[in-house]
């Protein structure tokens, strides 16, 4: 029962938190028809500025972090951007009136990554003083790639099969350069080369570093804006998506926690990686995926995905996921 | 005579401030020609991170204020709107050479409310230590919305009139509805919910209120530019505009100066408070004005009200209005 | 020895230096066919606060200055501007393969200055705690002017001996308006002037100054990008252009340098001024230049001149250059 009260009081004290207040505030103007609008450069500059902070600090701590304490977090981030893309595919095969190929992007989509989410986790987590490797975001990319891979492979495959004698070949290298070209990776990346090559110290401390949760606060300002303008979409698709939308990420989420918790067993991998772990297989991807998806599987229809995502798994996520995570690792550790 | 010593050392003193400096070197760059721009998108954000700072403070201390002693200044500012406007009627209704509908519109954007005129008296006044009670800038909307309406709506029953028979139905409520959500009040009332319910100190005391004074600056910039390039549309309108734009800021803000000083006698509304009433009376909508009247009353000429407001209204209200209004408070309290 | 030590240890421990390692990491991302962009508006608010905030220093610093003891260094940055184009022209004009106009516009591209070169040797500077004259930086126009004009002038004088008897008159005049028009110089000259005539030692310490490193970090990775994509063009001109734009910056820097230290000898101009004044000869135009050239000389082929600048040029001021000139100054000095 502590644990159902503790959710509880974590799930409500969240919607006092800043975060989540401009996620639903975007929310709440969008549905009010507000002709409120953050720019696009600005957006994008936001994204950029976060992954940029993400990536550094990660890449500071690896240079001095033990890479085989990372080796086993890292195999399971791949095992579960591969196991929660599996599961997707098989459970919209089973559900009636969801299109073969809009269920496999969404579950692409699930099984990959949000930075967004990823960035609200590392503030609640700091916020409460609950301490994780700083390498620990970095995760990102061995759990996202594995998941647009598979999804796009398996489209892929499919469509062979319908279209018998067609010479549609899957490129796998093609698939990985794509995903670590999309504009969120490479910025993750290039933060995590230049946190581990140059002394960015300095710079990440007293740029990046600082206007980390000022910009988040508008990026889910965005976001929210952006999951009431998804709704539309979603009304338009099998009403199936958004069911999965508001089970998977605590399925995937649950799913994580459980491994995690066998790395820290094993590696010693602290509560507050488990947490980002659980987090970042929680969220699916906003920012890069989508592109990367319509590219690799041209024929599914991004509203079902799209919409699935942004209006209910992402809100799920950072709403319901990160405080249930939490809640879960102060009973379990 | 120590009024006006006060008053000419304060104004002499402002045009060393940074913030007029900004104002003043925007008009100088535009009128020299220069090809420095700064981008739309940036403009936008400025403008979001203002008023998000405005809201998110006045909500943060409303959640504490008592809220008895802002009912006062609350329909005192509701007054100050429709009669500021309903004045702007009656003279242009006497200046000759004068259309109706044209003096109607710039009426009702000098009783509206600047919010860039605002975040300069709240630096000004921080910078000379005057205190105010910080829910005195969340005024504003009970002054801009029913200047905005009393327009709208005597606009349209002036054009009823004219053209008899015809169903140009004036939907008050709509009008209220476009007014809030307009770029600027729901930013504004957006920061106001966030401060009020979210845990929001920290976003606030390590984002918003840091950047203030700094994005302050490059929006007296833009404004400057934007007054110069104003200058050219309002030679094209009879010079009345001119002189009206001049006077009015300053008579609306002795109104209000004079109803704020009732307030303080009867409610203990604060010296800086009564400042802050004088400063919005005086101000003339630059954001969120000009698109509602235009939608208001289509008839109206922009030119004749946007430039009028832009190029002289905003830099005496500035310039002249803040100092004189300080003076007096100097005097008076 | 010492020397050569001395600049390779400096040249070497800046690649670990976070500015030049996002220039390189821009290089390796455009390279990698990366989508990470850096929207235009952001890039353009970038250049302005980065200029904003020289130029307010420099204000700052000018307002305390004895003039006169900026009158030597001003005339020599003239001179250096001059020098520099004239060698470029003559360079040029022995070089085979290379098109009259095209070596004029090159030249004068060289001889002009970069904002975002100046605005490393700065933070180089800091980091190495040489102090400076804070008024060095605004020699920028007293090389960047004369310099354009230069090229502009004698390119015109060229065409018109060509096309005798047609009446292409060059107005100097029109070229310094038009240069001081450019948004990167009149930027410059608004934060001087403000620096200069208003308070704004508290907007620089708490907004342009504390954003100044982390905005240029962010410059530089737009810079490499850009770098990447114009060698492509380089490679469609004269093999002549890279070897000029790899030897002209250190060249001019050189020259600088020497003509820098008889003012040191003569005015006691310090160490990091001289510095500063080196690597602004060293520098070349890559905001306002360009297009001051183009309307200036619309025969020269961009791609020669621009390619050559952007590509080459740029990365070798900021990556050779400035710690040559820092380990030159050790030693002299």
Do not use: C
Not at 210 to 229: H, K, N, T, V
């Amino acid at each position: 029962m502590d644990f159902i009260a503790d959710f509880f009081i974590r799930f409500l004290v969240q919607f006092q938190s800043p975060t989540l207040g401009f996620l639903i505030g975007g929310m709440l103007v969008a549905a009010l028809g507000s002709k409120l609008k953050i720019p696009n450069a600005i957006y994008q500059f936001i994204v950029f500025m976060l992954l940029m902070k993400i990536g550094l600090e990660g890449g500071i701590e690896i240079r001095e972090a033990n890479l085989l304490e990372m080796a086993l977090p890292a195999f399971l981030s791949i095992l579960i951007g591969l196991l929660t893309v599996r599961i997707g595919i098989t459970v919209f095969s089973i559900l009636p009136g969801v299109d073969k190929e809009d269920g496999i992007a969404t579950a692409g989509l699930f099984g990959a990554v949000s930075a967004s989410t990823l960035a609200v986790a590392i503030v609640v987590l700091e916020e409460e003083s609950i301490p994780f490797e700083a390498w620990a975001p970095a995760l990102y990319p061995f759990m996202d790639i594995p998941a647009l891979i598979l999804a796009i492979v398996v489209a892929n495959i499919h469509l062979k099969k319908q279209e018998k004698g067609e010479d549609t070949d899957v490129n796998v290298w093609n698939i990985i350069k794509e995903s670590l070209r999309g504009s969120a990776l490479s910025a993750l990346l290039l933060g995590l080369a230049l946190g581990l090559l140059t002394n960015s110290d300095s710079v990440l401390h007293s740029f990046y570093d600082p206007l980390f949760r000022g910009f988040l606060s508008i990026l889910m300002l965005i976001m929210g804006m952006e999951a009431y303008d998804r709704i539309k979409e979603l009304r338009s698709v099998a009403h199936w998506y958004a069911v999965y939308a508001a089970l998977a990420p605590l399925m995937h989420g649950l799913i994580a926690f459980g491994l995690g918790y066998i790395a820290h067993l094993l590696v010693g991998f602290s509560a507050g990686g488990v947490v980002i772990l659980a987090v970042i297989a929680s969220s699916n991807s906003d920012i890069s995926g989508p592109p990367t998806l319509r590219a690799g599987i041209p024929s599914a229809n991004p509203s079902a995905y799209i919409g699935a995502s942004t209006s209910v798994g992402t809100p799920i996520a950072i709403a319901v996921g990160i405080p249930l995570f939490i809640a879960l690792a102060q009973i379990v550790f």
